[in-house]
């Protein structure tokens, strides 16, 4: 049986930061809950900590960055106003406006300039 979505970024999560708890952390959950959950042996309904995760561990890759966001983080860029002052905030507004990774979010079709 194949692992969820969710399981999968939860476990890539605990590579990333390091460890469980720093993954707890992240979500707001005890360490001992989130060691259940891998283990297969958490004994309650896992759905709000599988909205927790795809909300906070759900990472794109940014091209105008060049490095992994949470897409939490993504959309808060694309979605913010557009800057009128800061050069390297209306660049990467406008790299934003056109990124192939919020099109695939958003179902249009974009490609990167």
Known sequence: MTEPTWLLMLRKAVGRLGSIQAVADDLGYSRTAISLVLSGKY?????????????????VECPHLSSEISREECNGYSRRRMPQSDPAKIKHWSACQRCPVM?????????AS
């Open 103 to 111: 099109a695939a979010a958003l179902g249009v079709e974009r490609k």
């Open 43 to 59: 004994d309650k309904p896992t759905r709000a900590i599988e909205q927790a995760v795809l909300a906070r561990l759900d990472y």
